[in-house]
């Protein structure tokens, strides 16, 4: 039998709603299966101790690992996988390092944000990735008060101040820029980058095809055009 979810406060127990496609989906805090929340909760801080520590800690070693910005993506894995078994030491030091910092990330409150989550789905990936991009595009070359440049933040512990001291976070940030209108009369700029999204993994799906190269039976070297000299 699943465990349930003692009682709690009204402030601790928010009503979660799920819109999708015109249709909305909600559910009290408390009344999820006890399982489920900690499955969601064990998911998401294992991915966080694992794929985003692993990056964390390669960006850490990078330079005297060898790895340069022009290289190639098979070259970069190739060259990392031969530092790191000829370094195992160094390596779990430097990612038990981060590690360490992200556990304290998961501990912190806000340190885990609606949109923190393994994002396996490769469209929601990319959508991210490129909210992100306009994110950073909207502050680019903005300078408060004191003329310094604005810092967008990366993480969800992080946060953008103004001179006015009001603070903004990544997801407050997120949705703030997803909810502005989008060229087209009602659509929002959110929707928009949904659909490049879309168009960039569609795009990577597509690959060059090559026909097959007829194999014919071998009964001789001459078909490879190897030709013995006759004896002198």
Not at 18 to 32: A, D, I, K, R, T
Request: charged share 30%.
């Amino acid at each position: 039998m699943a465990k349930s979810i003692e009682p709690v406060a009204a402030d601790r127990n928010p009503l979660l709603t799920f819109p999708v496609m015109g249709q909305v989906y909600s559910l009290h805090w408390s009344e999820f299966p006890f399982d489920n929340l900690v499955n969601c909760v064990r998911k998401v801080i294992k991915h966080k101790l694992g794929n985003e520590t692993y990056t964390a800690a390669m960006n850490v070693v990078a330079e005297e690992a060898g790895l340069e910005k022009d290289m190639s993506k098979d070259d970069r894995s190739e060259t990392f996988k031969a530092w790191r078994e000829a370094n195992p030491d160094r390596w779990r030091e430097a990612f038990i390092a981060e590690c360490d910092k992200m556990w304290e990330v998961c501990r912190t409150e806000g340190g885990i944000g609606e949109t923190d989550r393994p994002r396996t789905d490769p469209v929601e990936r990319e959508y991210y990735i490129l909210l992100d991009k306009a994110i950073a595009e909207t502050f680019k070359g903005a300078k408060d008060s004191d003329g310094k440049a604005f810092k967008v933040p990366t993480n969800d512990t992080d946060a953008i101040t103004f001179p006015d001291g009001e603070k903004w976070t990544r997801a407050e940030l997120r949705d703030a820029i997803a909810s502005q209108p989008g060229s087209v009369e009602g659509t929002t700029r959110g929707d928009e980058l949904r659909e490049q999204a879309i168009e960039i993994v569609e795009a990577k799906k597509l690959k060059p095809t090559t026909t097959a190269p007829t194999v014919e039976a071998v009964s001789s070297a001459s078909q490879f055009g190897l030709v013995k000299k006759a004896a002198a």
